[in-house]
């Protein structure tokens, strides 16, 4: 563990020469670093580095008030509810972690390193798992209903990239970690919690899959080959459990704009990435009772990649 391991380096100009270099530098020695390319993003940076998305202000809430404070009167309320989030500590999953506690769910968040303080909340629980393990997965849900005695919402954020080759000279072991990581997973834990929501008669289900799913893109084969799996597994799953009020959808982003892209493809227009909160209110509003007749949905959420 880096020395700077649990600190935020915001950094301007490191688009390139010494800047990218230093960017690199903090990254090694364990420090999230977010990125802001200010000639390409006069607004600021867009990804904000505590992890929580920003309240929506209307204009009638921007008004009101003394100093015109925002009530955030339009947070779904997700009270009583019980969401277990997979991949819940990284560059998507820390947003959509804390856009459920805000929302009032009790949230159980599993990832191979977490622990119940990187989320300082009451209704936050940490499960350390490898969901590529099917007895593992099986564990981690009994685990959640022995605590909370039920399970309503699944978000599946739990995937791997590989690429940079063609199917020509792909190895089998880069063809299994994939298979592994963006559908082996998803099958495991949904295979586990699906019996749970079929005893309650409701659950909602959501799992982030990728652009490429529907438009592969040359040198990353495998990955789209399953990533394309994942979002045939999720409509199957959602015809299956269609009259028990049980819903599955996917969400498709394109690049999702964290520290780590950022870091990987600093020459980048980041106006044009998907923000983690945009991802991460859709996926609140998925589990909530206004979208539970939303089923088999196969979502894009493009940004300026459209």
């Not at 809430?61 to 339009?74: A, I």
Request: some cysteine.
């Amino acid at each position: 563990m880096g020395e700077l391991h649990g600190k935020i380096a915001a950094i301007t100009g490191a688009s390139k020469g010494i800047g990218t270099g230093i960017a690199k530098a903090l990254a090694a020695e364990g420090a999230s670093v977010v990125v802001n390319r200010i000639r390409r993003n006069p607004e600021g940076p867009v990804a904000w580095p505590n992890g929580f998305c920003p309240a929506a202000v209307s204009r009638r809430t921007r008004n009101s008030g003394r100093h015109g404070l925002p009530r955030n009167e339009g947070t779904v309320n997700l009270q009583g509810r019980v969401v277990l989030i997979t991949g819940a500590k990284g560059g998507l999953g820390t947003f959509v972690t804390n856009s459920f506690l805000q929302s009032g769910a009790r949230v159980f968040g599993v990832s191979r390193s977490i622990a119940d303080s990187d989320f300082s909340h009451p209704k936050f629980s940490a499960i350390s798992a490898a969901l590529s393990d099917a007895d593992r997965a099986r564990q981690l849900v009994d685990a959640v209903v022995d605590k909370a005695g039920r399970i309503d919402g699944l978000l599946h954020l739990v995937g791997g990239f590989a690429g940079g080759r063609s199917v020509a000279d792909t190895d089998d072991a880069t063809l299994d970690r994939m298979l592994d990581l963006n559908l082996r997973s998803a099958f495991h834990v949904i295979r586990a919690v699906l019996p749970i929501m079929r005893a309650q008669r409701s659950g909602r289900m959501v799992a982030i899959g990728s652009k490429v799913a529907l438009e592969p893109a040359a040198l990353a084969g495998v990955y789209a080959a399953s990533k394309a799996a994942l979002v045939s597994l999720v409509r199957t799953v959602a015809r299956e459990n269609s009259d028990l009020n049980v819903s599955a959808n996917v969400l498709l982003p394109g690049t999702m704009d964290t520290p780590a892209n950022r870091i990987a493809d600093p020459g980048a227009d980041y106006s044009k990435w998907v923000h983690p909160c945009q991802v991460a209110k859709l996926l609140v509003h998925l589990v909530s009772d206004d979208a539970s007749q939303i089923s088999g949905a196969v979502i894009p959420i493009y940004g300026g990649e459209a």
